[in-house]
C-alpha cells in the first residue's frame, strides 16, 4: 500500500483513513473535511476535491430593477441592492439575463403550481394524469445518480416549510406546489425542515429501519465522544491541516449549539400557547408533540443554521448534491423585515411603489441567506482554493415576475467555479437559452455525463464555461 511513497514523507505527514466514518462515538459517526495531508482509503492517489452542486430557491419573482446589475461592466464595481451582500464574491458569481422557464401552455391558470415543480425538471406534468404526480426526474437526482454512491447520502434535501400545501390549480397534485426533487417523474423526494434531523442524518445516527431519529440528552455527549476522537487525529496532521481540522469542528460545535437554542425557544412558544410555563409545567403534562418555527422566531437564524448544515454536508463530502426550499408559494410572512404582508400578495403589487420595495426586501433577505452560505464556503479552505471553487451553487426563482406570472427571463445566481469549469466574474446581458439549457450546462460542468437533455433543453450555454 505505501510501496510508492517517497522515502522523506514522514507518517505525520500522510496518513490513510476512511474519511466519512473515521471519528466514531456510540451509534454516530462524523466525515471530514478534505484535507492536503490525507490519503483517503478510497484512493491511494491524490484526490482532487469534488465538484458539488446546489439549489437554494426562492417563490414569485423578483422586482427586475432592483435584482439585475445596471450593465456587464458595472457589475463588479457596484452591486444592484438585491444581491449587495454577495459583493465580497462577486467574482465568484456569474449572472446571467435571457434564461426563459418553461411554457405553461395548457396550465395558465397554474402558475404557482408549476412554478417550483418545473424549476429542476424543466418540463410540464403530464396533462392526462393531473392529479397524481408525473413529470420528470429532476436535475439534483440525475446527479445523485451519478454520484450518490460514493457518499453516504446521495443527496440532502432541505426547506423552511412543510411540504403540505392544499391546492389544486388546473386540477394539478397538491405535491407540485411544495417539491422541486423529483427521484424519477412519478416519485417527488421530500425535503427534511427540522435542523435536528438534518444533524443527525449527517451524523449517521439513525432509528429501527433506517428513520432518522429525534433529538435525545444523549446527543451532547455523542458529540462530545465523537470530537474528542479528533484530538489523537490531529496529531498526525500538518500545521495547515490541524488549523482546517479546528475550523471545522468549530463549525460542528456552533451549529448544534444554535439549533439547541432554536429548539429550546420552540419548546418555550409552545408551551406558552397551550397556557403552561415551565415553571407551571407538572411531570404528568405531555411535552409538545410538535416543533415548527414558530411565526415569531428569526427566520434568518433558521435559514442560516440549514444553510451551515449544508456547507458541512459539502465540506465532509457527505454529499455531494443538495436543494434547499428556502420557501413556497404558501403565504409566508417576514415579520423579520418589519411587516407581515404574505409574500404571494405582496408580489401582484400591480406597480405600487410600497408594495414593491416589500417585494424587494423580501428578495434581498433571501439572497442574503444565499450569500451567508456561500460566502463560508468561500472561505474554508480546500486543496489548492476554496470550497466555493468546487461547487456549483444556484439561487433562483421559478417566476421572473410575480405580479403577472411572466417566466421569460428568470432571475438566476450562479456561485462558485465548478471545480474550474465556469467563468464566474461576470453579468451576462443578452444569453438564448431555456431553463432546461441551464440546467444541462450545469451538470456538464459538474462532470455528470448526460444521455439526452434535460426538459426542454435544445442545447448547452457554452458562454458560461470555463
Known amino acids: 500500500m505505501n510501496g510508492n511513497r517517497p522515502k522523506n514523507e514522514s507518517k505525520r505527514s500522510r496518513s490513510l483513513v476512511n474519511r466519512r466514518t473515521m471519528l466514531?462515538?456510540?451509534?454516530?459517526s462524523l466525515a471530514l473535511p478534505f484535507m492536503n495531508s490525507v490519503s483517503w482509503a478510497e484512493s491511494t492517489s491524490p484526490a482532487?476535491?469534488?465538484?458539488?452542486?446546489?439549489?437554494?430557491?426562492?417563490?414569485h419573482g423578483v422586482i427586475m430593477d432592483k435584482f439585475w446589475p445596471k450593465s456587464s461592466e458595472d457589475y463588479l464595481k457596484s452591486a444592484s441592492p438585491a444581491i449587495e451582500s454577495l459583493r465580497p464574491i462577486l467574482d465568484q458569481c456569474l449572472m446571467m439575463k435571457g434564461i426563459s422557464g418553461v411554457p405553461i401552455g395548457p396550465y395558465?391558470?397554474?402558475?404557482?403550481?408549476?412554478?417550483?415543480?418545473t424549476w429542476l425538471t424543466a418540463r410540464l406534468p403530464?396533462?392526462?394524469?393531473?392529479?397524481?404526480?408525473?413529470?420528470?426526474?429532476?436535475?439534483?437526482?440525475i446527479m445523485a445518480n451519478y454520484v450518490g454512491a460514493l457518499?453516504?447520502?446521495?443527496s440532502l434535501e432541505l426547506a423552511t416549510m412543510p411540504q403540505t400545501h392544499k391546492e389544486n390549480q388546473e386540477g394539478l397534485h397538491e405535491a407540485y406546489y411544495s417539491h422541486c426533487s423529483f427521484r424519477s417523474p412519478t416519485q417527488p423526494v421530500p425535503a427534511e425542515i427540522a435542523p435536528r434531523n438534518v444533524l443527525n442524518r449527517l451524523f449517521g445516527k439513525t432509528g429501527k429501519g433506517g428513520q432518522t431519529m429525534q433529538a435525545s440528552p444523549l446527543d451532547r455527549q455523542m458529540l462530545d465522544r465523537v470530537l474528542g476522537g479528533a484530538r489523537n487525529l490531529r496529531k498526525t496532521l500538518a500545521k495547515g491541516d490541524q488549523?482546517?481540522?479546528?475550523?471545522?469542528?468549530?463549525?460542528?460545535?456552533?451549529?448544534?449549539?444554535?439549533?439547541?437554542a432554536i429548539e429550546m425557544r420552540q419548546k418555550r412558544a409552545a408551551l406558552e400557547k397551550a397556557g403552561l410555563s415551565p415553571k407551571k409545567r407538572t411531570t404528568n403534562d405531555s411535552p409538545p408533540i410538535e416543533v415548527k418555527i414558530p411565526e415569531g422566531d428569526k427566520r434568518s437564524e433558521y435559514m442560516q443554521v440549514m444553510c451551515d448544515l449544508n456547507v458541512l454536508a459539502f465540506q465532509t463530502d457527505t454529499t455531494r448534491v443538495s436543494t434547499y426550499i428556502g420557501s413556497t408559494p404558501n403565504g409566508l410572512t417576514y415579520p423579520e423585515l418589519g411587516?407581515?404582508?404574505?409574500?404571494?400578495s405582496t408580489t401582484h403589487h400591480n406597480n405600487g411603489q410600497k408594495k414593491m420595495d416589500k417585494v424587494a426586501a423580501i428578495t434581498k433577505f433571501n439572497i442574503d441567506q444565499f450569500a451567508y452560505m456561500v460566502n463560508k464556503m468561500a472561505n474554508l479552505r480546500e486543496g489548492e482554493g476554496s470550497l466555493l471553487d468546487n461547487c456549483i451553487m444556484m439561487w433562483g426563482s421559478g417566476l421572473e415576475d410575480g405580479n403577472k406570472h411572466r417566466r421569460a427571463n428568470l432571475p438566476f445566481i450562479i456561485a462558485g467555479k465548478g471545480g474550474g469549469s465556469i467563468n464566474t466574474g461576470r453579468f451576462l446581458t443578452d444569453v438564448k437559452g431555456n431553463q432546461g439549457d441551464l440546467l444541462t450546462t450545469l451538470l456538464s460542468c459538474a462532470g455528470v455525463p448526460l444521455d439526452r437533455p434535460i426538459g426542454i433543453a435544445t442545447k448547452q450555454i457554452n458562454e458560461i464555461k470555463a
Open 108 to 117: 395558465k391558470g397554474a402558475p404557482h403550481a408549476l412554478e417550483l415543480s
Open 126 to 141: 403530464d396533462a392526462d394524469t393531473r392529479s397524481r404526480v408525473n413529470i420528470s426526474i429532476s436535475a439534483d437526482q
Open 339 to 344: 411587516f407581515t404582508d404574505l409574500h404571494h
Open 151 to 154: 457518499t453516504s447520502l446521495p
Open 24 to 28: 466514531k462515538g456510540v451509534g454516530v
Open 243 to 260: 488549523q482546517k481540522l479546528d475550523e471545522y469542528l468549530d463549525s460542528v460545535r456552533s451549529v448544534e449549539r444554535r439549533i439547541a
Open 48 to 59: 482532487k476535491p469534488p465538484v458539488r452542486l446546489g439549489f437554494m430557491y426562492m417563490p
